[in-house]
């Protein structure tokens, strides 16, 4: 019975731990600029302008705590600016198909050990008892990642939404990894509907401080 308490002791206390570091890594994380003009990426066509802060690996575990490269997910901080005469066009699904609901990237990074252990047959039933301590810790990891992703206050979603002249949208967006690295962001003149392709390089993205 003393072991069993022990145990239970044990695990709540790597939890509480882990899931603490983790929160103030994640909270303390520098976030993208919301000043267009600091970017050296930015590019104008016929007006309006596009910046994109394209994650590398060591800011994507600064910001949400796992490395979401490795499930395949790109996180882009997207500025637009509209300078020109007439107001354009903006959807995620619209400018890159392989977009991804920031809602969905904690179901497509999280899964669980307990998910780890069904598939293992016996020979997983027969380490569940070490397999515990990971999968709330994992469960840990998933909340803070739910949360962080959520937080409007701090990584808000860009909108799909029109760009009046003199306006400006921003916010993250996320999207598969690319073969070749490249990033396209599309933006719709209402005025012509011709679309305005901006083209970024992941290995030339500046991650602004």
């Known amino acids: 019975m003393r072991l069993i308490s022990f145990l239970g002791f044990f695990i709540f206390s790597l939890v509480f731990c882990t899931a603490e570091c983790l929160s103030s890594s994640i909270d303390n994380a520098n976030l993208p600029s919301r000043d267009i003009s600091i970017y050296k990426n930015i590019k104008t066509i016929d007006g309006v302008s596009v910046a994109v802060d394209i994650f590398d690996t060591a800011k994507i575990k600064q910001t949400f705590g796992v490395d979401l490269i490795r499930k395949k997910i790109?996180?882009?901080?997207?500025?637009?600016?509209?300078?020109?005469s007439s107001r354009h066009w903006f959807s995620k699904a619209g400018s890159d198909k392989t977009f991804i609901p920031s809602g969905e990237v904690p179901r497509m990074v999280y899964e669980g050990?307990?998910?780890?252990?069904?598939?293992?047959?016996?020979?997983?039933?027969l380490k569940w008892p070490f397999l515990v301590p990971g999968a709330m810790i994992d469960k840990g990891k998933s909340?803070?990642?739910t949360r962080r992703i959520k937080n409007?206050?701090?990584?808000e979603e860009i909108p799909d939404v029109?760009?009046?002249?003199?306006?400006?949208?921003?916010?993250?967006?996320?999207?598969?990894?690319?073969?070749?690295?490249k990033i396209v962001i599309k933006v719709t003149s209402s005025q012509n509907l011709k679309k305005k392709e901006f083209t970024f390089e992941k290995e030339r993205g500046v991650n602004a401080k």
């Open 162 to 181: 029109y760009i009046e002249p003199g306006g400006e949208i921003q916010g993250m967006m996320f999207v598969s990894v690319k073969p070749d690295n």
């Open 113 to 125: 050990v307990f998910s780890r252990f069904l598939k293992g047959g016996t020979f997983g039933m």
């Open 74 to 84: 790109q996180p882009l901080y997207v500025i637009i600016q509209n300078k020109s």
């Open 152 to 155: 409007k206050a701090s990584l």
């Open 143 to 145: 909340g803070i990642i």
